[in-house]
């Protein structure tokens, strides 16, 4: 029978779960592939790492040549994080042949249009299924289930690590340094947190989504986004009592006047599937004009869920149908237009959370009010409980506003932020109900 001789190039952690797939389920992916997927060599600059996996002798080497030179070898899983030399390797890969799996989201987001543009130009193509939402196969749906619709609304939760702190911090109390030292401990977060944290790895995802639902071409830094990295408890306190829970909510939005595309901490109402999405797992909520509403959720991080995507699409190139796709999907190319504008983000309009730390005395509520009402901005609802504490004669005043455009909230947000009244600290969030 043919057998299709694949590489792996990073054996860190989902390098390993992609191993361990191909050597010990190797009939069942047989099956699914119309032939045998036999790895014939994995290459890492480690070769001392500990890893929980027996190898065949020979089968680990940091000669990346190995791969490059050897003609036989027709798919090659890389697994390489960050941009360099990720974009190298990859265009030696591909130059010298062979056809790319990927999981390497920022490295697409970063260098899309080239990677994609010399694939097709060599007759060659890249998956990457696990760039995007781990185990949740998101990237199949988009490009291929739901092709026949044209795409309205993307609302995703599709940071792990930020899920898995907000949780922490809504249902156990505890405060961000702690849930993200947690977080670090049980490996959901790196020791540098920060991509995850700021919203960058998010809006990075974002971009992909964007460009593969809506054609859109944006850089991912583009993208306005707010981090969790300011998560106070009294927020989730004055959340969980409005009936919401926060998450950090990436929206890919169209509208006449082309597409909203944010990433932030967002107030999601209690009893909707994106507000009951709890720990280190991601959602993807998409509605379609023709299907309406689908919802994806699941393990969006980890070995085994992000090992099962890669090896997913491992099939399907080995297969030949990620070359069909790949070629007519035309996606990052240079010599297309993008068929949607990106919004004025300062047009964008939504509800917000206002918490504001204001003196306790006469007047302050009219002050912040007829700043808001001068900017076309009612108020739906407010908080402000009385305190038994010693505040030091400052209390948290809470507004939920109704509907406002982004670029009116924000110029009233300085104008608030000026008041003698108003002390550091405020916090503004979206609403989404």
């Not at 030292?181 to 540098?192: F, I, L, S, V």
């Not at 908080?383 to 504490?389: A, L, P």
Request: with cysteine.
């Amino acid at each position: 029978m043919e057998t299709a001789k694949v590489a792996i190039v990073g054996f860190g952690t989902i390098g390993s779960g992609v191993a361990r797939l191909l050597l010990d389920h190797g009939e069942r992916i047989a099956r699914h592939a119309g032939k045998p997927l036999e790895l014939v060599q994995i290459v890492d600059t480690d070769l001392s790492r500990p890893r929980d996996l027996k190898l065949p002798k020979g089968l680990l080497s940091d000669d990346l040549s190995k791969v490059v030179d050897n003609p036989e070898i027709e798919v090659v899983v890389q697994l390489i994080g960050g941009l360099e030399p990720a974009r190298s390797i990859m265009l030696k890969l591909l130059e010298s042949g062979k056809d790319v799996v990927t999981a390497n989201k920022a490295l697409l987001a970063e260098h899309g249009s080239e990677l994609f543009d010399r694939a097709r130009q060599l007759g060659r193509s890249i998956a990457f299924e696990a760039a995007v939402g781990g185990g949740i196969p998101i990237i199949a749906a988009i490009s291929e289930c739901l092709t026949a619709n044209q795409v309205q609304e993307i609302h995703a939760i599709l940071n792990g690590t930020s899920n898995f702190i907000l949780t922490r911090m809504e249902e156990q109390g505890c405060n961000y340094a702690a849930s993200v030292a947690e977080a670090q401990q049980r490996g959901y977060a790196e020791a540098d947190p920060t991509m995850d944290v700021d919203g960058s790895d998010a809006a990075q995802k974002l971009a992909i989504l964007a460009h593969l639902a809506f054609g859109a071409r944006v850089d991912w830094r583009d993208i306005p986004r707010t981090g969790i990295d300011t998560a106070e408890l009294p927020d989730m306190r004055y959340a969980k009592e409005l009936g919401y829970s926060v998450k950090l909510l990436a929206v890919a939005k169209l509208a006449p006047e082309g597409l909203e595309l944010h990433v932030s901490p967002t107030l999601v109402r209690h009893g909707t599937p994106l507000a009951e999405v709890r720990g280190a797992y991601n959602a993807i909520r998409v509605v379609g004009d023709a299907v309406g509403r689908v919802f994806f959720h699941g393990p969006g991080a980890g070995q085994m869920p992000t090992a099962s995507a890669v090896v997913a699409d491992l099939i399907d190139t080995a297969v030949g149908r990620m070359a069909i796709t790949f070629r007519t999907l035309d996606l990052w190319s240079d010599d297309r237009q993008a068929p949607v504008a990106v919004r004025n983000p300062a047009k964008v309009p939504g509800r917000f959370y206002l918490r504001f730390n204001v003196d306790d005395r006469p007047g302050v509520m009219a002050e912040i009010a007829g700043i808001l009402g001068r900017h076309r901005i009612s108020i739906a609802s407010l908080i402000q409980h009385e305190t038994e504490e010693e505040t030091d004669g400052v209390v948290p005043l809470v507004i939920m506003t109704h509907t406002a455009k982004e670029g009116a909230m924000s110029e009233a947000m300085k104008k608030i932020g000026e008041l003698s009244c108003v002390h550091p600290g405020t916090i503004r969030m979206r609403v989404r109900e």
